[in-house]
C-alpha cells in the first residue's frame, strides 16, 4: 500500500486504486482457496513454465526507468531512434555475453569436478534477494526524500 500511496496522488483515483488490489487479491485468494489454481510447493508455478512473460513484464517496467535516463542527455530527435538501437543491441550482447561467461565458469567447474557445499547452491538467490531488498529500499528512501510534504 505504500507503493501506491506514493504514486497515486488524487485521492479517489487512490480509493479505486486500493479497492482494484482488494478484488485482485481477493480473486487471487479464493482461486487458490477452492482449489482452482494451485500454489503450492512442488507445483510448477507461471514464472517456471513461462519465464519470458515475467521477463517480459519486468522490461517494460525496467524500459521507463531507461527512458528518462536518454531524455536526459538531451539527444536531438532525429539520433533518437539510433541511438535507441544501438543502445539495445548493446544490452542484448552484453547480456548474452554475460550468460556465455556464466555457462562456460560452470563448465569448468563441472570439468574440475568441484564440489560446492549445499549452502553455496542456495547462495546466488539468497544474494539476489538481498541485493533487490536493498536497491527496493534504497530507491523508496530516495523517493520519500524527494517528496514535496
Known sequence: ML?????VGDRWMLLKT????????SLTLAAATFGVVR???G???FTIRHPWVVAFGFGLLHGFGFASGLAALGLPRSEVPMAL???NVGVELGQLAFVAAVFALLRAFRILRVEWPAAVHRLPGYLL??????WTFQRVAV???GLAW
Open 3 to 7: 507503493g501506491l500511496l506514493l504514486i
Open 18 to 25: 486500493v479497492t482494484a488490489f482488494t478484488v485482485a487479491h
Open 39 to 41: 500454489v503450492w510447493r
Open 43 to 45: 507445483q510448477t508455478s
Open 85 to 87: 538501437l544501438l543502445f
Open 129 to 134: 534477494g538481498t541485493l533487490g531488498a536493498y
Open 143 to 145: 523517493t520519500l526524500r
